[in-house]
């Protein structure tokens, strides 16, 4: 059956136009994920940078100088919940969750990685 001129240039100019929409959808959200995932990250990052400089042992006490102002970066019109773990060395907790693993060996800067808590998959970051 002979198709019309008509049909064939639709073709012609469809299937690549949907192939092209197709590859730069999935390009498109590779992006918005990756760019997503950095913004957690540094998020993140921040969180930790404040805890970890203003939470402290001192003269065998606890000392805690955090600005009420920082306690914004934890806050979330989307109910998330943070989870954080302050220790000296590798082995005194200062504050936080006990549970919340740290990554296998020492860090040197910030060290971001996905580990579980309570059986929930998290992402975390270390910061020394």
């Known amino acids: ?51 970890g400089e203003d939470v402290d042992w001192e003269e065998g006490a606890l000392i805690a100088r955090i600005p009420p102002a920082a306690l914004e970066i934890f806050e979330s019109p989307y109910q998330d919940q943070v989870f954080y773990r302050v220790v000296k060395g590798r082995d005194r907790l200062l504050g936080g969750n006990p549970d919340l693993a740290l990554p296998a060996s020492g860090t040197q800067g910030p060290v971001f990685y996905d580990t579980v808590l309570d059986g929930n998959r998290v992402r975390a970051v270390a910061y020394e």
């Not at 918005?32 to 805890?51: H, K, P, V, W, Y």
């Open 1 to 51: 059956m002979m198709r019309s001129l008509r049909a064939r240039l639709l073709a012609w100019l469809l299937v690549p136009v949907a192939a092209f929409m197709l590859v730069t959808g999935m390009m498109s959200y590779d992006a918005a994920c990756e760019t997503a995932g950095l913004l957690q990250d540094n998020a993140l990052f921040a969180s930790a940078r404040i805890i």
